[in-house]
């Protein structure tokens, strides 16, 4: 299916250290992976995404790893900032769907505290 | 900011009524793809609009449709309006939707009330 979950709903984080949001994905052939961040009355925006042929990979401020044997994906946000407050959530894209369109969980609340 | 705009920002309706949503996409892009996205959610794929044709549709009955224009601009319809279509519809942008992997580029989205 297109199931794609989180597995804590709410995290929160001490401003300066760092945060790991996890996530669960069903599909083990999707082949590409989204992480977005959406802030109250927003719409997602784009963080970094990567590919299955990928274990890791490094943005600025963060890094998604990639385990294809369980399935599962997470975001490390370095020396988090309230700015980083939000709801973040895993998509994926399966190579079935032939387009590009993105299969989300439910999301996961990260609060930052100054 | 994306470049992906939506309108209006905010809509209430009756249950029974119809309702046009727009998006203009990025500069560039040539596809949208359109998600509902009900409170404490994440976003459900609704359909996909590449080079004004449909291409690829969830699990949203026929009531929803949409159009795509010359400019990659586009609309969602939504008819017979229930109160399960309350939710925030966000539209996303991107180069080529059937390549599979290019990234999406969301707007704010419009968030619609059936009474």
Known sequence: ?114 | ETGVTQSPTHLIKTRGQQVTLRCSSQSGHNTVSWYQQALGQGPQFIFQYYREEENGRGNFPPRFSGLQFPNYSSELNVNALELDDSALYLCASSVAGGRGTDTQYFGPGTRLTVL
């Open chain 1, 1 to 114: 299916g297109e199931s794609v979950g989180l597995h804590l709903p709410t995290l929160s984080v001490q401003e300066g250290d760092n945060s790991i949001i996890n996530c669960a994905y069903s599909n083990s052939a999707s082949d590409y992976f989204i992480w977005y961040k959406q802030e109250s009355g927003k719409g997602p925006q784009f963080i970094i995404d990567i590919r299955s042929n990928m274990d890791k990979r490094q943005g600025q401020r963060v890094t998604v790893l990639l385990n294809k044997t369980v399935k599962h994906l997470s975001l490390q946000i370095a020396a988090t900032q309230p700015g980083d407050s939000a709801v973040y959530f895993c998509a994926e894209i399966h190579p079935s769907y032939g387009n590009n369109r993105l299969a989300f969980g439910k999301g996961n609340q990260v609060v930052v505290i100054p």
